[in-house]
Every structure is written in C-alpha cells, then in structure tokens.
C-alpha cells in the first residue's frame, strides 16, 4: 500500500556504517554460542579450530559477495528460490521451495530453539545437562512466542530485533573482555592450550570432520545468504554494500575468533567440548555466582536470532505461492495485520515436528548438507551468467574466481560427509527432495484438479481472516 512506499523511499538513507551494523546483525545469532564445542570436538585441537572459524568467515564472505551481483542481476525479494526460478526456470525452482519451506527454515527454526532452550535450563543444572524433555518443551515454547510476535505485528517484531541486537553485541563483547582479563591475569589454562607445540596436539584429519566442522562453524556465519534484503535500504548499495560486507564479516570473523579465545582462556578444550551450554560454562569460571547473567544474555540473542528467521521465513512462502508452487492460502496476509499469517502457521507446525526427534548437532547437520547443496546450485548459475551472459546490466561485479572457489567449498561441503561416511539421513533428505517430482508433474506442471484445494483456502480464509496480498509486502 502506499504507506509500504512511502516507508520504503525513507529507509534509503543507511550508510556505510548502517549497513556495517545491519550485515554483522544479521549474521551473529545464535551459532556462535553453540558452536565452538562443537568445531572442537570435530577437529580435536584448538589450533586447528582456530583455523576452521578463519576459513568459514572466508567463505562466508566469497558466498556473500557472489550473491550481491546476483541480486543486482535479479533484483527480486525471495532468494535463492528467485534466483534459480530466473537462472533454471520453473521445475528446479519448486524444489528449492519446497526444501526450504519444508526443511531449512523449520530445522533452522528447530535448532535457534533448542539454543535458547539449552542456555534457560543450564543454570537450573549447574554440572549437568538439563534433561531432554524439559530442553525439547522449553524449546517448543520459544517458538510459539516467535511466533507469536510475528503473526501479531510486524512493527513489533521490528522493535524487538533492536533489543535483541543489543543483547547479543553486549554478550560477546563481555566474553572477549572477560576472557583479555584473564590473559593479563595470567590464568593456568592459557599456557596449556596456547602452547604453539600443543595447539594442533590431536588434530583428527578426515574429510567428514573437516566438512562437519565447517558446516559447524558456517552455521554461526549464517546470515551471509540474505543479505540482499539489505540494497534495498542503503545509499549507493553498488559500492556501499560490497564494502559493508566487506568490513562486517572481517568484524565477525575476528569477534568469533576473540570468542573462541576467551572460552579457552577458561577451559580446558575437554571441558568446552562436555559443556551444555558453553557461555554459561565460561560464566560460571569467570562471574562465579553472577554466572547466570551470561545465560539470559545469550539465550535473549538467541531468541533475536529466531525471531529474525521468522520475520523472513515468510518471504519464500510468499513468492513460492505467487509462482503457484504452494497452495494459495500460504500467500495470504491478515486483513488488518497484514503479517503472513497462514505461512507463519504452517512453519511453525512443521518447526515443531522437527523439534521432536531432532538433536541439535544432527538438525545443524541436515540443514548445512541440505543449504550448502542449494547454494551450489546458485552458485553455478551465477557463474552461468558470468560466462554466457557478460551484457547484463550489473552495478557491481564479483572476480569470477570467486563464485568458483564459493562453488569448490560448496561441492566439499555437501560431498565430503557422504563419501567419507555414508549416512542414512542423507538418503533421506535426497529422496525427500526428489518426492517433489510426484507432486510437480501432476499438479503444477499440468494444473490438476485445480478446484481441490478451493472449498479449504475459502474456510481457511474465512477462519484466519486472511486476503491475497499485494507484491510489495
């Protein structure tokens, strides 16, 4: 509606710095308090963690860079499922939606949750890692609540993503302080893990580790993938958002590292590796009593974190319906709200039914595999384009080299686990995106039975009070 445009004309008014803000706000979430026990335990030594938390952040930054001359190519909101609609066409796009709706946002949703539910239950459980259920319940009450905000009111949802953004920049800075603290005191732990003889002491070599612990470490650099939203606010995106990138992920990418520090500064690497909850645990040595502290701040960056996946889990729905690869309804906004409320639902039911079985190290596992295989497949058309169509209009250019190298790490990234260790799950995710062929053909492609869903989008409709949108929402 016109005031959308109206907002939307104001908002171009973010500089280099804004857009500095907004790229590492965007990025730092939830991953990285749950991650470096986890990139430990895979490579087994702090040296060579160290190394795959520097890797990431480069890689993060090739994939962010490639995708900003994609979305200056096609600049339209839905993502990757935009991009491969424009670049491959109709039926390759309906399987990136409905891996995305179906399968990376819900896990991605699943895992921000049982985040938050980990670091609310550890300081009931000093020692131990809280019990299962309670995790699993909590976490299933964070989504509702995400949810919730989202369906209520977009401004709200807004509003709550600056306090978030606070939490979290006030969390990780403490840790880095705390842990530069500890350097100048001089604690024990130090000498032990930053020995340069014992930095790489047990170092696990394997193509599975080194994949699984990148796709640890990519997880906490999660937001490289859309940032594209972003041109839309900047001054001069061409040249602004290329060098914000530029800039955020080198922050980030140092703050992951100071982190990662600052937690072995107090541990030992057995004990970051055993820890629930390792903010906590760093929190617990560090602020003695006031140990908790650590606990809200990080579960409240967290739940920033989910709630931001929500406030963009709609788009992909959105378009995706528009395209007329998902049911209509999912399409529709509230009448008065006008939030996606029919999309929004139905991530969260089927966030919820990833929760139940899921563990967070094998939620993270399916959603990289699963990603990672996607972005290759964007990268590759990117590359396409570079080659075969060089005249089109393009405010900024990307070195081909490097989507190329982006493209390599992706190949890696989603080969390296199955060759080296052939698991079931993967067969899964392969067969759950080729049963989309069963529901393509018949329904999409040749436009089946068009009237069977129509009697359920009118009640559905009538029930959520919902409306088709306008394209601009």
Known sequence: GGETSRSLQLKREIGLIGGVAIVSGSMIGAGIFMSPQYV???????????????????????????????????????????????????FPAFFAAITFILLLKPSSIAAKAMTIARYVMAPFYPGCPPPQLAVKCFAAFSILVAAMTNILNVRLALRVQVIFLVAKVFSLTFIVIGGLVKVLQGSTVIEENFDVENAFQGTQFSLNTLGKALLQGLWSYGG????????????????????????????????????????????????????????????????????????????????????????SGGRVCFVAAREGHMPDILSMAHVHRLTPSPALIFTTIISLVVLIPGDFQSIVNYFSFTAWFFYAIVLSGLIYLKIKKPDLPRPYKVPIVIPILVLAAAIFLVLAPIIDNPQIEYLYVALFILSGVIVYIPFIHYKLCPGMLDKLTVFLQLFLEVAPADKNL
């Open 40 to 90: 430990l335990a895979y490579v087994g030594s702090p040296g060579a963690s160290m190394l795959i938390w520097v890797f990431s952040g480069v890689v993060a930054l090739f994939g962010a860079l490639s995708y900003i001359e994609l979305g200056t190519i096609i600049p339209e909101s839905g993502g990757e499922f935009t991009y491969i609609l424009r670049i491959y066409g109709s």
């Open 224 to 311: 490289w993938s859309n940032l594209n939203y972003v041109t839309e606010e900047l001054n001069r995106p061409e040249v602004n958002l290329p060098r914000a990138v530029l800039i955020a992920i080198s922050l980030v990418t140092t703050l992951y590292l100071l982190v990662n520090v600052s937690y072995l500064t107090v541990m030992t690497p057995k004990e970051l590796m055993s820890s629930s909850a390792v903010a906590v645990t760093w929190g617990n040595k560090v602020l003695g009593s006031w140990g908790w502290v650590m606990s809200v701040a990080a579960a409240l960056s967290a739940f920033g974190s989910l709630n931001g996946t929500f406030f």
